[in-house]
């Protein structure tokens, strides 16, 4: 993968850029990028944890990606079959590939965090005894730049991981109001530059729209220069805020939470990865205020951070945190068709 360096001077990062850009266009569609489980040994230790006062079950791996986390679980843990759901069809077939030596102990599904109940109730499977969620894009999305999720090549502005979305991150770049724009890079990205970018956005989309990625990160960092000195590319908070917005990771967390909530069996454990600090906060406030009602026994009481081994082996770990708690009220099949507000104790 290429890698925006630590370099001193804005010129020297900029050419870098400029050099990173031009040699993605010339990158085939099918990078070679592999996708690494991050807190690999911690997700198999708490799992562990957990079923080992059970005989096996069902464990559901909401964004199970290219399918690290869920080969881990099987591998270790020989009772159990894996639940595996991924909204972006792509990946799925990837890891259907990649699961296929587990036969029938893993099923899979395209499916967003926001059906996965509807799904479960429909296959009338028995309450899962684990949830994992790790949140974000996968590497094989970030890195092929026909997705348009990253600065660092050029291709479409997309940002799409379930192409059935319909709108694209240059509907949002293009259409919405300088405002808005400045909120969203703000809010969900965390750029004390919004409004600057936000108006160089609107001042320059008179020309012509933005379509590729390439050129709208060139004005990102273009208008914020050395903002973020020089730690991480100048369109990093802005790509991140933009991929959030596309698909709705607010919402969709939300509801994997609040599915994980009502469907988990008594004892069992949900178990989230994030890499975005305001992601990590809902959960924590989430598990909080359902430990403080009896609902959740938390696991984690501050998150699971990678070590400086898995940081230098895989950078992408270097952001994540890991959060979990287990089902203090076990929740029956026939409880999945009452109301939520219902089903809590
Ligand atoms: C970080 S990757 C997961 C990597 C995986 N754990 C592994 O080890 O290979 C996140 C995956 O979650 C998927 N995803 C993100 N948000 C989702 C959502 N709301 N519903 C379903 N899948 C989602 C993405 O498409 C992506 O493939």
Redesign the pocket.
């Known amino acids: 993968m290429m890698r925006f360096a630590h370099k001193s001077s804005l010129a020297v990062r900029r050419a870098a850029f400029r050099r990173a850009a031009i040699r993605s266009t010339a990158m085939t569609e099918e990078s070679e990028s592999v996708?690494?489980?991050?807190l690999a040994d911690e997700i198999v230790a708490l799992f562990g944890r957990v079923l080992a006062g059970l005989e096996g079950g069902l464990v559901v791996?909401?964004?199970?990606?290219?399918?690290?986390?869920?080969a881990l679980l099987l591998e270790h843990f020989p009772d159990i079959r894996v639940l595996a759901?991924?909204?972006?069809p792509e990946?799925l077939a990837i890891?259907a590939e990649r699961l296929t030596g587990f036969g029938r102990r893993v099923e899979l599904h395209q499916?967003?965090?926001?059906e996965?109940s509807r799904l479960l109730r429909k296959l009338r499977v028995p309450p899962p005894v684990g949830l994992?969620m790790?949140?974000?894009?996968?590497s094989?999305?970030l890195d092929r730049p026909v997705r348009g999720f990253s600065f660092l090549y050029d291709g479409p502005l997309d940002m799409r991981?379930?192409p059935g979305r319909e709108r694209t991150a240059a509907d949002i770049v293009n259409t919405w109001d300088e405002v808005d724009l400045a909120d969203l890079f703000f809010h969900e990205g965390g750029e004390r530059a919004s409004r600057r970018i936000a108006s160089a956005i609107v001042l320059a989309r008179r020309q012509a729209p933005f379509l590729r990625t390439g050129a709208f990160a060139e004005l990102v960092a273009r208008t914020v220069g050395n903002a973020a000195g020089g730690r991480i590319h100048p369109a990093t908070r802005v790509f991140q805020a933009l991929r959030r917005a596309v698909?709705e990771?607010g919402e969709?967390?939300s509801a994997?939470l609040e599915t994980a909530e009502l469907a988990l069996a008594e004892g069992g454990l949900l178990a989230v990865?994030s890499?975005h600090s305001g992601e990590d906060g809902v959960v924590k406030r989430f598990l909080a205020e359902g430990g403080r009602a009896g609902r959740w026994e938390v696991l984690t009481k501050k998150p699971v951070r990678p070590g400086p081994g898995e940081v230098r082996a895989n950078s992408r770990a270097r952001s994540s945190r890991l959060r979990a708690a287990r089902r203090r009220h076990g929740n029956g099949e026939a409880d999945q068709d009452r109301p939520a507000e219902e089903r809590r104790s």
């Open positions: 996708h690494v489980p991050v791996d909401a964004t199970m990606g290219a399918g690290g986390h869920t759901c991924d909204q972006d990946i890891a499916c967003r965090l926001t996965l994992l790790d949140l974000g894009a996968s094989l999305q991981m379930d698909n990771e969709e967390l994997g990865i890499f």
